[in-house]
C-alpha cells in the first residue's frame, strides 16, 4: 500500500464525522425510490472510488435499499483499485459478511442488498463519455476540486433522467492549521494557489460547483450543506490512524507550497514545517478544512 493509500485509508474516519446526516437520509430515500421505480437493479457509478471506502460506509449506514445493487467503482490510480479489491473483501470478513469474486467483480451479501462491484481503472469523465449505459446514482466524494468543472455535464451524462448526483466533501476555500502561527497566511494562500494552477484544481470548487449546478437547466440541487474537516487530538492522542493523515497533509503542504513559493519562501517554510511537525508529534496540532456537500437529480428533458 502506498502512502496515498495510507492516506486515503487514514481519512475514513475524518469523513465519517464530516459528512452531513441529513444529505445522507436523503440520498438513501432517494436510491430507495430509484430502486422501488425501476425494472432491474439499483446502479450506482462511483468515480474517484480510492480505495473503496463510500462502499463500506454505504453497506455499514444501511444507506442502500433492500434490493440487487450495481455498483461501478471507478479510479484512474491502478493502485487504489488493486488496494480497493484486497481491502473491501477483508473488510466484509470482519462484519461475517460473505464475499465472492467473479473474475475480478466482487458481490457482497449483506443483510439487506446484495451488492456487485465492478471495479475500474480508467479516468472517470472519459469512462462514462464511452459508455454504453447509464446509472441511477452518481457519486463523486472529494471530487469536483480535482477533476475540473468544465467536465461537470460530462460526468452528469452518466445519470438517466431523474438520476441522483451527490459530490460531499468538495473543498471549498479554508485550510487552518492551530496553535497560530505568523506565516499561516502565506502558506495557506501559496496552498491554494498551487490547488489553482494545477489541472483540473480548484480552491474553491465547492461554491463554484454549486453555482454551475444551480444554472444548469438540465439538473435540480436538492440540498447542500457543510462538511467540514477537523482533526484534533483527544487527550494528547489522534483517533484512529488520524495522526498519519496529518503527517501527509504536512508533505503535501511542503511539496505544494515549496512549487509555488520558491527560494524566497524556503526559510520560512522550513520554520513552519518544523513547527508543525513539533506540535504533531505532541499532539497539539489542529487541522481543519472547509467543505460542502452537494446532493441533487439530473431532470428528464422538457
Known amino acids: 500500500m502506498t502512502d496515498f493509500q495510507r492516506y486515503l485509508a487514514a481519512k475514513r474516519s475524518v469523513d465519517d464525522r464530516a ?4 444529505l445522507l437520509g436523503r440520498l ?4 430507495a425510490r430509484a430502486a422501488d421505480d425501476g425494472d432491474g437493479p439499483l446502479r450506482v457509478l462511483e468515480v474517484g472510488t480510492g480505495v473503496g471506502t463510500m462502499i463500506e460506509r454505504l453497506l455499514e449506514r444501511e444507506l442502500l435499499p433492500a434490493a440487487d445493487v450495481r455498483y461501478t467503482a ?3 490510480d491502478p493502485d487504489n483499485v488493486a488496494a480497493l479489491r484486497e481491502r473491501l473483501p477483508a473488510w466484509a470478513a470482519d462484519r461475517g459478511l460473505e464475499t465472492t469474486d467473479d473474475d475480478g467483480t466482487l458481490r457482497i451479501d449483506a443483510e439487506g442488498p446484495t451488492l456487485t462491484v465492478e471495479p475500474v481503472v480508467a479516468d472517470g469523465v472519459a469512462f462514462v463519455a464511452d459508455a ?5 446514482l452518481l457519486v463523486g466524494m472529494a471530487l469536483l476540486d480535482i477533476v475540473g468543472l468544465e467536465h461537470l455535464g460530462g460526468l452528469l451524462a452518466a445519470l438517466s433522467p431523474g438520476g441522483l448526483w451527490y459530490f460531499p466533501i468538495t473543498f471549498d476555500g479554508a485550510t487552518r492549521f492551530a496553535p497560530a502561527h505568523p ?3 502565506a502558506v495557506e494562500r501559496a496552498y491554494h494557489r498551487h490547488m489553482d494552477e494545477k489541472a483540473g484544481g480548484d480552491s474553491r470548487a465547492g461554491s463554484h460547483a454549486l453555482s454551475r449546478l444551480r444554472r444548469r437547466p438540465d439538473a435540480t440541487v436538492l440540498d447542500v450543506a457543510g462538511s467540514d474537516w477537523s482533526v484534533r487530538p483527544v487527550d494528547g492522542d489522534y483517533p484512529g490512524s488520524e495522526a498519519a493523515l496529518l503527517e501527509y497533509v504536512l508533505d503535501t503542504v511542503e511539496t505544494a507550497v515549496g512549487e509555488t513559493t520558491g527560494s524566497g519562501f524556503a526559510a520560512t517554510l522550513e520554520e513552519w514545517l518544523a513547527t508543525r511537525r513539533r506540535q504533531l508529534e505532541a499532539g497539539t496540532l489542529t487541522y481543519t478544512t472547509h467543505q460542502l456537500d452537494l446532493l441533487g437529480r439530473v431532470d428528464p428533458p422538457q
Open 19 to 22: 459528512l452531513d446526516r441529513r
Open 28 to 31: 438513501a430515500d432517494g436510491a
Open 74 to 76: 471507478v479510479d484512474v
Open 132 to 136: 454504453d449505459r447509464s446509472w441511477d
Open 183 to 185: 506565516a499561516d497566511r
